[in-house]
């Protein structure tokens, strides 16, 4: 049974950084891309960013470029979000995901998920 656990997330002020850390079990992801996705109370599931398995390339939503960065460890089967820079519309529900796909944002892509760790930025 696959399993994805995060941890990490927690009160942190603005300009503040944190870093989540996600860990699959279950199977092995090292031909999966994974990623991290995250939502708001009234919004809809955004996507942050992943890293594929194909060359590692790396790719981010928008909102969070330059300020968040994804890296994986294959031999952990784990996945981490570098977050700085954190505002206050970075609040949300993190979610990390495995995909097929070498590069897709659509959230219909992703087979597996964790059940997300809260991140709040205030002050």
């Known amino acids: 049974q696959v399993h994805l656990a995060e941890s990490g997330g927690r009160w942190v002020q603005p300009g503040g950084s944190l870093r989540l850390s996600c860990v699959a079990s279950g199977r092995n992801f090292n031909s999966n891309t994974m990623g991290w996705w995250r939502q708001a109370p009234g919004k809809e599931r955004e996507f942050v960013g992943a890293?594929?398995?194909?060359?590692?390339?790396?790719y981010y939503g928008d909102s969070v470029k330059g300020r968040f960065t994804v890296s994986r460890d294959n031999a952990q089967n784990a996945v981490f979000l570098q977050m700085t820079n954190l505002r206050p519309e970075d609040t949300a529900l993190y979610f990390c995901a495995t995909s097929s796909w070498h590069y897709t944002w659509d959230a219909v892509n992703y087979e597996y998920w964790g059940r997300g760790t809260q991140v709040t930025v205030s002050s």
């Open positions: 890293k594929s398995w194909v060359g590692g390339s790396t």
